[in-house]
C-alpha cells in the first residue's frame, strides 16, 4: 500500500481542508475538525480501503498520517 | 430471594459478555438452561461455569442462519421464560453504511430475535405464565454517533417485545426488555473496539454510577424470569447508573 494514497483517502473524510493541505507528517488530533467522530470515519475508511480493523487504541497511539499509515500497513 | 427452581429457561447469545453472566446467574438460581452461542469454545467455557452441572444444554447456533434457528426450536424443551441477549455492533458512520453491515446487524439483532420467538410460538415451545426478555440497548432511545443501525435494530426489539407482550397477554405470557446504558463487556470494552480505552474512560465520567457490569442486568433478568414480577409485562427499563438524569 502506498503512502500517498493513504493521504488521500485520509483526506477525503475532512470536510473543511483545502485538498494537498495534510501531509505525512500532519499531527491529525492538532486538526481543528478532528473529534471522535472523524475518528470512526477512519476506521470505516480504512477497513473499507484496506480490509483492516483499525482500533481506537491504535489511533490514540498515532500522533501523524505515516504513523497511522504504518499501523494499518503492519495489520495488513 | 429469587427462585428459579423447576423453569426450563433458554438464554441466546450465551457465549460472552451479558448472555454468559445471565446464564450463570439463572443457573445459581436453579433454572434448567438451554444456552446458545456462535462459538463452539467460548459456549463450552459458559457451559463449564453453570451451576448444577448435568442439567443444562448446549446448542451451538448462529443466529444469523434460519437453519440453526429451526434446529435450536426442535432442540428445547417446552420453555418458561427465555432471554434474547445475542448481539453485535457495528460503529459505521452512516455515510459508510452498507447493505450488507446493514443487514448483518439487523439480522443477528432483531430478524433472528423475532423468528426465533416465532419457531417457538409455533411449535408451542413456550408454556403459559412463562416470561420472555429481550436485551435491547439504551443507544436506542439517545443519538450516538456511529450506532445508527445498532440503535435502530435496538429500537425495532424494543417496539417488538411491545406488540408481542399484547398478542400473548391472553396465555399470561410476560414479555418485557431492557435497555441498558454501557455495560463493560468484551463487545464495549475490548481491545478491537473502535472507542479507544482513554475516551472510555472519559464517557464513563458521565453516569453517575460508573458504567454497568454484566450482573447489574443479569440481576434483573432475573427477577422478570421469576414468579416475583407477574404484574410486569411490555415494560422496557432504562437501567443506566443515571446517566440520562442530566
Sequence with gaps: MELNTFIQNFEKQLEDVAPGSVGADTVFKDLDEWDSMTALSMIAMVDEEYSVKLTGNEIKQAQTIEDLFNIVKSKK | ?246
Excluded at chain 2, 217 to 236: E, H, M, Q, R
Aim: charged fraction near 20%; include cysteine.
Design chain 2, 1 to 246: 430471594m429469587l427462585d428459579l427452581q423447576g423453569k426450563n429457561i433458554l438464554v441466546t447469545g450465551a457465549s460472552s459478555g451479558i448472555g454468559k453472566d445471565i446464564a450463570i446467574l439463572l443457573s445459581k438460581l436453579g433454572a434448567r438452561l438451554i444456552i446458545t452461542g456462535r462459538d463452539h469454545d467460548r459456549l463450552n467455557q459458559t457451559a463449564a461455569l453453570l451451576d448444577n452441572q448435568g442439567t443444562h444444554l448446549a446448542v451451538i447456533a448462529d443466529m444469523d442462519a434460519e437453519t440453526d434457528i429451526k434446529a435450536l426450536v426442535e432442540k428445547v424443551e417446552k420453555l418458561d421464560g427465555a432471554v434474547f441477549c445475542a448481539g453485535i455492533i457495528d460503529y459505521s458512520p452512516v455515510k459508510f453504511l452498507s447493505k450488507e453491515k446493514i443487514n448483518k446487524v439487523l439480522s443477528v439483532n432483531f430478524v433472528s430475535q423475532v423468528l426465533l420467538t416465532q419457531g417457538l410460538l409455533k411449535e408451542k415451545k413456550i408454556a403459559k405464565q412463562s416470561s420472555l426478555v429481550y436485551i435491547s440497548s439504551l443507544s436506542s432511545k439517545l443519538g450516538v454517533a456511529g450506532t445508527a443501525v445498532y440503535a435502530a435494530s435496538k429500537a425495532a426489539l424494543s417496539a417488538f417485545a411491545k406488540v408481542l407482550a399484547t398478542e400473548l397477554a391472553a396465555q399470561k405470557i410476560r414479555v418485557n426488555s431492557l435497555s441498558p446504558g454501557i455495560v463493560k463487556t468484551p463487545m464495549t470494552d475490548g481491545a478491537d473496539s473502535a472507542i479507544s480505552s482513554d475516551d472510555m474512560k472519559e464517557d464513563e465520567k458521565k453516569y453517575p454510577f460508573g458504567y454497568g457490569s454484566t450482573i447489574d442486568v443479569a440481576n434483573y433478568v432475573a427477577f422478570l424470569l421469576s414468579d416475583n414480577s407477574p404484574w410486569i409485562t411490555g415494560s422496557d427499563l432504562v437501567m443506566d447508573g443515571g446517566f440520562t438524569l442530566n
